[in-house]
Antibody, heavy 119, light 108 residues
Framework: EVQLLESGGGLVQPGGSLRLSCAAS????????MSWVRQAPGKGLEWVST????????YYADSVRGRFTFSRDNSKNTLSLQMNTLRAEDTAVYYC????????????WGRGTLVTVSS | EIVLTQSPATLSLSPGERATLSCRAS??????VAWYQQKPGQAPRLLIY???NRATGIPARFSGSGSGTEFTLTISSLEPEDFAVYYC??????????FGQGTRLEIK
């Protein structure tokens, strides 16, 4: 079955760290760029970061650059998002998403994992 | 930075009616626009890419049009399952990704 499954969300204090994971299955993982997209409670979608199929290239939104690190392990079909120096405004559901072909559209999404930054 | 503005914010229609959702870009984005549907508690689903191409498995009642700065998602005859929030999306040359703020399609 073609799917993405996120994990690692939870409650963390401001200034703290959290590591999200996404397990992929059902497709040739290293053929596709992957992204994280987040959604604050009751709000719209916000792109967070993208990684190339090889993992050699990453891109970040200005709001997370320098604090978040996106990596992938193509031998295990997994993604990781290391989030440091977390802020209240990072509170959101985080989705991992597969790119469609070589475009920057997202044709497969996980169910998401909730990150709450609060004291 | 290109901004995508969706209108209306909320659209109230009845099943069987035609829905027209708009997405306006602050400058030309050629045809590099996608549309997504999101239902409560679910992840978004890709409906349309490159402004007018339906994604795999998307019913023919969904269609997209436009280029440059004006884009439209049309649902020809609303089914009960179509009531949801819709987002447009663009990939900029930076590169980064921009989403519109969404249009909520609700049952009248």
């Amino acid at each position: 079955e073609v799917q993405l499954l996120e994990s690692g969300g939870g409650l963390v204090q401001p200034g703290g760290s959290l590591r999200l994971s996404c397990a992929a299955s059902g497709f040739t993982f290293d053929n596709y760029a992957m992204s994280w997209v987040r959604q604050a409670p009751g709000k719209g979608l916000e792109w967070v970061s993208t990684i190339s199929g090889s993992g050699a290239t990453t891109y970040y939104a200005d709001s997370v650059r320098g604090r978040f690190t996106f990596s992938r392990d193509n031998s295990k079909n997994t993604l990781s998002l290391q989030m440091n120096t977390l802020r209240a405004e990072d509170t959101a559901v985080y989705y991992c998403a597969k790119h469609y072909r070589h475009n920057w559209y997202f044709d497969l999404w996980g169910r998401g994992t909730l990150v709450t930054v609060s004291s | 930075e290109i901004v995508l503005t969706q209108s209306p914010a909320t659209l109230s229609l009845s099943p069987g009616e035609r829905a027209t959702l708009s997405c306006r870009a602050s400058q030309s984005v050629s045809s590099y626009v996608a549309w997504y549907q999101q239902k409560p508690g679910q992840a978004p689903r890709l409906l349309i890419y490159d402004a007018s191409n339906r994604a795999t498995g998307i019913p023919a009642r969904f269609s997209g049009s436009g280029s440059g700065t004006e884009f439209t998602l049309t649902i020809s005859s609303l089914e009960p399952e179509d009531f949801a929030v819709y987002y447009c999306q663009y990939r900029s040359t930076r590169p980064s990704v921009t989403f519109g703020q969404g249009t909520r399609l609700e049952i009248k």
